[in-house]
């Protein structure tokens, strides 16, 4: 079970910190990441990585270095930093964590977080 916390609202260029913690199983085997739902919108890849770190971590191309993901898996833990808020980055964020990475970036999911909603207004 993933749980998803850290959303709220903020002002535009504001930041949130978003944390994911896994209960009942370790993430240390998974490909982990994030994705995002905005309001009449599919599901979006937001970041993630593959369980042994292995390529890198991979970003949606509208983050433009404003985003990080790390993660702690002795916490079985994984974050998502979010600088320099948009309005456009308005949705409901979910934790996710499937066997591969290309499985991830499919979104091709075996586990999801209960969603955080992050809105992002004046």
């Known amino acids: 079970r993933l749980v998803d916390s850290g959303g709220g609202l903020v002002h535009p260029g504001g930041s949130l910190r978003l944390s994911c913690v896994a209960s009942?199983?370790?993430?240390?085997?998974?490909?982990m990441g994030w994705f995002r739902r905005a309001p009449g919108n599919e599901r979006e890849f937001v970041a993630g990585?593959?369980?042994?770190?292995?390529?890198?971590?991979y970003y949606g191309d509208f983050v433009k270095g404003r985003f990080t993901f790390s993660r702690d898996t002795s916490k079985n833990t994984v974050f998502l930093q979010m600088n320099d808020l948009k309005s456009d980055d308005t949705a409901v964020y979910f934790c996710?964590?499937?066997?591969?990475?290309?499985?991830?970036?499919?979104?091709?999911?075996?586990?999801w977080g209960q969603g955080t909603q992050v809105t992002v207004s004046l």
């Open positions: 996710a964590a499937t066997t591969t990475i290309a499985d991830l970036r499919r979104a091709n999911i075996e586990y």
């Open positions: 009942g199983q370790s993430l240390e085997r998974y490909a």
């Open positions: 990585v593959a369980w042994h770190g292995g390529g890198g971590i």
